[in-house]
């Protein structure tokens, strides 16, 4: 049992990008004395310690990636490993991680096993896992309430309600376009959890992914059978330079020149890695590209060019 917070000021270690966001929102960016190696916003926690890395290489296709990710989950290894040592070196008091997605980020069972053999100590373990977008606020919620800042969780949410409430108000009636989005190249895979929720606040029609359940695997066969009037290509992990690299996997797969999407040029790349698939508080920013691209007529939030790009071979 691991006993609750009892400090005003706890030293809290984030080993997940998306608690470290809803730390920083919560305006408790100081309190913070460690982060994960994909910990990259707001740029200022570069400073702090990393103490996760990744077991397999993150350079290469994204058929490579895949690859040696599935290589190392099939022999029943982690996908990444925490620095035991340092981690208790800066004594927390919370430390933030994740039981969402086992090849995402460092998993509440390695961070378990590097506590394990603490003693005279109380640290409290918050493992989020926003698998819908009210999970997701509700992970807001508990990491509020374990720093001991509930109210600021309570405004937070409150903010976040607002602005995507706008949004919908926004593209209320208007046709909704059918979009495809893709998480990942190769092999394809469309979003899951909380995407096909957003995209619907954003006024569009989701093809692929069930709200709730994980990113499924798709074929380029089911691209083509539903023929999608905007494609958006948002990889987990990568940002818009690397994606671009990537997309010349989608020009020569005999089916891509075929699509509505792309003779019309409605192909979209953006950066996934920041926005998408990091269910934090940016999750709003995300929406807001979603109702750009869908109804550009009516939405203009500014992301246009700087979050996403219009896919020109």
């Not at 290489?57 to 035991?84: C, M, P």
């Not at 009636?173 to 995407?195: F, K, L």
Request: glycine share 8%; proline share 6%.
């Amino acid at each position: 049992m691991i006993p609750a917070l009892s400090t005003t000021r706890p030293r809290v270690v984030s080993l997940i990008a998306s608690a470290t966001e809803i730390l920083h929102a919560l305006d408790a960016g100081d309190l913070q004395v460690g982060r994960s190696h994909e910990c990259d916003w707001p740029e200022t926690i570069l400073a702090l310690p990393a103490l996760t890395k990744a077991k397999f290489s993150v350079e290469g296709s994204s058929r490579q990636i895949d690859d040696r990710v599935k290589a190392l989950v099939k022999d029943g290894l982690a996908v990444y490993e925490v620095d035991s040592a340092r981690l208790e070196e800066l004594a927390p008091d919370v430390i933030l991680t994740q039981d969402h997605c086992e090849v995402c980020a460092v998993s509440l069972t390695d961070v378990e096993q590097a506590v394990c053999a603490w003693t005279g100590r109380d640290v409290t373990l918050v493992s989020l896992r926003p698998h819908t977008l009210e999970a997701l606020l509700a992970d807001i919620t508990r990491v509020a309430n374990a720093i001991g800042r509930p109210q600021a969780g309570t405004r937070l949410i409150a903010e976040m309600k607002s602005r995507l409430a706008v949004i919908e108000a926004r593209v209320a009636g208007r046709t909704q376009p059918r979009i495809a989005y893709i998480e990942w190249i190769d092999p394809p895979m469309s979003g899951g959890h909380w995407m096909p929720e957003i995209i619907a606040m954003a006024g569009g029609h989701n093809l692929f992914g069930v709200t709730g359940e994980n990113s499924p695997w798709i074929s380029w066969d089911e691209v083509a059978a539903a023929d999608p009037d905007v494609i958006m290509v948002g990889p987990c992990g990568y940002d818009i330079a690397v994606t671009r690299r990537e997309m010349g996997v989608l020009q020569s797969n005999a089916v891509w020149g075929g699509l509505r999407a792309v003779a019309a040029g409605e192909v979209y790349v953006a950066d996934g890695n920041a926005y998408f698939n990091r269910p934090g508080p940016r999750i709003v920013e995300s929406t807001e590209m979603l109702a750009e691209i869908l109804h550009p007529g009516v939405c203009d939030y500014g992301h246009r060019g700087r979050s996403y790009v219009r896919y020109v071979p």
